[in-house]
Every structure is written in C-alpha cells, then in structure tokens.
C-alpha cells in the first residue's frame, strides 16, 4: 500500500534531515521509492495506479511513499524538486538515487531490482 508522508512522518521513516544535516542516514527498514507530486500534475496522475501496482507486487520488500509537493514545501525544497514527479529510490545501504519525469511500470521495476536489489 502507498503510504502518504508529512515532514514528520518522513522524519521518522527515510530521513531525518534535522538531526543529520551532514550525512545520508536512511531511518528505514526497507529499500523504498518517494514520489513527489501534486494533485493537478498529469504525469503524477499517469504515474499514481502504477506506484499502487509496484506496493502491492512488493509489499513486504520495499515501500512506496508519496509526498504532496504542495502541501510539504519545505520537504520538496530540502531536495530540490523543481520538476514533478520526481522520484527518490532509496535503497538500504547505499546513496538514494533521483529521477525527474513519469517512468514506466517496466523501467521502474529494472530500478526496483537493479538499484534497490527487490526482487
């Protein structure tokens, strides 16, 4: 299931950016994707049913997370989104990675496996 993040809640679960202001520490247990939207983005509303597609196909190895560019400005500033979507891949040990644009279900499951090792 895709699970919608406040500041707070991202704190909590990816990256708390408050006490870790100089090193990546993922607070997570499992490899996730974030998508940064908002609710009047076409590619966000093309890119939403395929997220919810990829949560329940892996459910239980990785997380998928949404966060409202609108309503979490300070969220969607702190890493430079610009242009939506735009999806953060986070795997468990290693630097997240960005992508800018709607990705298809296919390329994002090669993401999936390739960089966050879900199979």
């Not at 919810?52 to 969220?75: C, I, P, S």
């Amino acid at each position: 299931m895709v699970e919608y993040l406040t500041k707070e809640s991202f704190k909590e679960k990816v990256f708390n950016y408050e006490e870790n202001k100089e090193e990546w520490k993922f607070e997570g247990n499992l490899p996730c994707i974030i998508d940064f939207y908002a609710d009047w983005c076409g590619p966000c509303k093309m890119v939403a049913p395929i997220l919810d597609e990829l949560a329940g196909e892996y459910e239980g190895k990785m997380n998928v997370y949404k966060v409202d560019t609108e309503a979490e400005r300070e969220l969607a500033a702190i890493f430079g989104i610009r242009s939506i979507p735009t999806m953060l891949f986070v795997p468990l040990n290693d630097k997240p990675r960005m992508s800018v644009g709607a990705l298809p279900k296919e390329n994002l499951k090669q993401v999936i496996n390739d960089l966050l090792g879900v199979t």
